[in-house]
């Protein structure tokens, strides 16, 4: 009779009754191990890998030939039949797929009701028979110890048991970032690993391996019967209302079939950025008279939940619904349901339409100029009256093989069985879903809808999708053209392409790679906070300046913003140092002495909203063109960018900027270098740009050199020691020497600013070793005193 708001935790009518964990089994094995400690490690391996797939743990093994099963407790997962014939699966009674295959062979197995997966291990042949009836298998043809292959129900579990490498498919990488599709071919997102699709089998033995059909030419489904079942069959159901009509047809099934609780029903909630999905649910809820729980899904969920979820799926996923259906199935398990009915694979399958609202973009992103060039060159065929070539479509065949394996990995991770009935080949396909219209109750809209907001939740997360794409990592991937992306995704972020899917399929793949390719880093301690008189990390707070010896104590702040008075807080870190100074007293005498403030020109730049997201820049032809000459160095993008190029040809001038790359280009060739900076001035040198190792926001950032430093760094002065003065602290106001402005990283020190009794030279070289840091520190002021 309405909605409820749950966040991560719904509860339905049956809370207080457990559900039972769902464990969908999951088989693996291999043929030809090299030796029998290596195909007993092996299983133990792959048992391991699929550990969540089921509790209990079975193994077998004859001859060159291993197998491993994963159930439930109360599930028979293996058989023996009275031939010797072994056979484990998941999804279908081991004893019926033994049964067919004595009486027929390969062929008749198409008898079963799919779907299932099995395999066989046939002593009088000596063969490994792998069956995919309606599910796919996944195998690697040169497994690691194994002079056959290794097989198991999810890709990712050969790679976690050490018997393949992570090593991408490039090609599948590519048709996946281009179209989305592919899952109903045999490559898979690793170069090593083969799918076995369902519908197929795979006999190996001696003489090699053969893949053969096992289809029975299946008639196409009544996707409401189908759910109807699949709720009777359930103790503890739950329904997804989602993607408008499909979920709407599905809640009035469950609302006319016996024993579903009127509590039972589950929706996504897109708020606070995108409302109209709750509007929906509460008109559908209003005319059913049922009562929704709603989950919140969003941006800032999948954000925190990416990792895990790609995890779980082991590969790429092209729509974003499947991740709504990992949050809601999640919250319905934990409200005791045991089973979810979910309406995904419904758009492909009934081909419906969704209705598209707003402005037509200017202009449509072609997918083939965001690869890297070899690859781009090999995928582009233009027609020959030169427009741009069209996007291949995506079979719905590989639409719907997705739905069904994302829903399967789901499920075995979330301990909850996810039927979908639409993700199979329906009876009213191309009609409309004349038959989901029909199943509505008067009053329910139906109108067909995303599976989410996909451009809402990108532009929510574009820092750090930004970031992403900024990464040393996802530079030296193979696969993109980075600046491509990046002027692409700039466009994205202004409204100019609204190919959100596309920079999805991106996004989601470098997340991906970043899972399974790259190494995992070390286990650190925690990062600790230094104390007010301790150096940076792996940083010495003791400097030998001529013959002086200085200390340099870095002082710790919270972020500065846009608008923010910069000499205030400054001013009040600087007295609370103090403060602990004096509480420490150990270098209280030292304070007797000229003392002095260094302030990294970043925080003034900031305070004074010189600082620029990158996809507020808008750079010219000059600014990408002459960032491609600029020296890439691991200390700082530099003016390699043209995002702070446009910034220095704003600052110093084109004509400016021109003059001096000439003059840079001249002293090169005669071995001068530095140049560039001479000539284009110390503004132009201070000019940063997006760092990865950045806090957040300099990481998606640019910004210039601040205005005026030096009338910056005499009130910072006087200031400090007015406040020092009124605090009764008159000789700590007096000895206060001099506050500069610097730019200071790991490569060279530059002072833009100074209110001080000593020449620019003299701090810095009292920089020399960058004592502020070049990452996350958070210490842009530093607090310098001679001891000796």
Request: aromatic share 8%; with cysteine; glycine share 10%.
């Amino acid at each position: 009779m309405g909605v409820t708001e749950t966040d991560g935790g719904a509860t339905t009518s049956q809370a207080g009754t457990p559900a039972v964990d769902y464990q969908p089994g999951g088989i693996a094995g291999y043929y030809g191990a090299a030796g029998q400690a290596a195909g007993q490690n092996a299983l133990v391996a792959l048992g391991a890998a699929l550990a969540h797939r089921g509790a209990a743990e079975n193994r077998a093994e004859g001859g060159r030939i291993g197998l491993v099963v994963r159930s439930a407790r109360n599930v028979a997962a293996g058989h023996t039949d009275h031939d010797g014939t072994v056979v484990v699966a998941a999804g279908v009674d081991p004893a019926a797929v033994a049964d067919r295959y004595a009486s027929g062979g390969v062929e008749l197995l198409a008898t079963l009701p799919t779907p299932w997966t099995a395999a066989l291990l046939d002593p009088r042949r000596e063969a490994l028979v792998l069956v995919a009836a309606g599910a796919p298998l996944y195998y690697a043809p040169a497994a690691a110890g194994v002079d056959g292959l290794a097989f198991a129900s999810e890709p990712a579990a050969l790679v976690e048991a050490g018997l393949v490498s992570s090593a991408p498919d490039t090609e599948r990488v590519v048709e996946f970032v281009l179209t989305g599709g592919g899952e109903d071919g045999e490559a898979t997102f690793f170069a090593g690993i083969r799918r076995l699709p369902a519908g197929q089998a795979l006999v190996v033995d001696s003489s090699g391996a053969v893949t053969r059909s096992i289809d029975a030419v299946a008639p196409p489904i009544d996707g409401l019967a189908a759910a109807r079942n699949a709720l009777v069959a359930s103790h503890q159901p739950a329904v997804r209302l989602g993607l408008g009509l499909p979920g709407a047809a599905l809640a009035a099934t469950a609302k006319t079939t016996p024993g579903v609780p009127p509590s039972a029903y589950f929706s996504a909630s897109f708020a606070p950025m995108d409302t109209t999905e709750d509007m929906y649910v509460g008109a559908v809820s209003a005319s059913l008279g049922a009562t929704v729980h709603s989950v919140r899904v969003n941006a800032d969920t999948l954000a925190s939940d990416l990792a895990e979820f790609l995890r779980v799926q082991g590969e790429p996923v092209a729509d974003l619904g499947e991740y709504v259906q990992y949050a809601v199935a999640k919250t319905a398990r934990e409200g005791g349901a045991d089973s979810l009915l979910d309406p995904v694979g419904a758009i492909a399958a009934y081909g419906l339409t969704i209705e598209t609202t707003g402005k037509k973009p200017r202009k449509e992103v072609t997918p083939t100029t965001l690869l890297a060039s070899t690859l781009a060159q090999a995928r582009s065929a233009a027609p020959a009256d030169g427009a741009p070539a069209p996007r291949p479509a995506v079979k719905a065949s590989a639409r719907l093989a997705e739905a069904r394996r994302t829903a399967d990995r789901n499920a075995a991770r979330l301990g909850i069985r996810i039927d979908t009935p639409f993700a199979n080949p329906v009876a009213d396909a191309g009609q409309g879903g004349a038959s989901l219209r029909s199943a509505l109750p008067a009053g329910a809209p139906g109108d067909v809808r995303n599976s989410a907001p996909v451009r809402d939740w990108l532009l929510r997360l574009k820092n750090r999708i930004y970031g992403t794409f900024l990464a040393e990592s996802f530079v030296n991937r193979p696969w993109f053209h980075q600046q491509n992306v990046l002027v692409a995704f700039e466009d994205f972020i202004k409204g100019r392409n609204h190919d959100a899917e596309l920079f999805w399929r991106i996004w989601c793949v470098e997340m991906w790679a970043q899972e399974f390719l790259d190494p995992k880093p070390e286990e650190k301690e925690p990062v600790r906070i230094k104390g007010p008189l301790e150096a940076n990390a792996n940083k010495q707070l003791e400097i030998t300046v001529g013959k002086e010896r200085w200390l340099r104590f870095p002082i710790r702040t919270e972020l500065f913003t846009s608008g923010d008075d910069y000499t205030r807080r400054i001013t009040g870190y600087v007295s609370e140092f103090i403060e602990h100074v004096r509480a420490d007293g150990s270098y209280l005498t030292a304070f007797n002495g000229p003392w002095y403030l260094l302030v990294s020109e970043k925080i003034i730049a900031i305070s004074q909203g010189r600082s620029y997201f990158i996809w507020d820049i808008e750079p010219s032809w000059w600014a990408r063109t002459l960032a491609k000459f600029v020296v890439k160095t691991p200390y700082g993008i530099g003016l390699g960018s043209p995002w702070t190029m446009e910034l220095a040809i704003r600052e110093a001038g084109l004509p400016r900027i021109l003059f001096a790359a000439g003059v840079s280009a001249a002293g090169k060739a005669v071995g001068k270098r530095g140049l560039f900076y001479q000539v284009a001035g110390h503004s132009v040198r201070a000019i940063d740009g997006p760092t990865e190792y950045s806090v957040y926001p300099a990481n998606v950032s640019a910004k210039l050199a601040p205005a005026h430093p030096d009338r910056v760094a005499s009130k910072l002065k006087s200031t400090i020691a007015a406040t020092l003065g009124e605090a009764g602290l008159s000789q700590l106001a007096q000895t206060l020497a001099g506050v500069v402005v610097i730019d200071a990283n790991d490569i060279g020190r530059n002072v833009l600013g100074s209110d001080a009794d000593r020449p620019e030279e003299f701090f810095e070289n009292l920089f020399g070793d960058n004592p502020l840091g070049q990452g996350s520190e958070q210490t842009p002021l530093s607090v310098a005193v001679r001891i000796g």
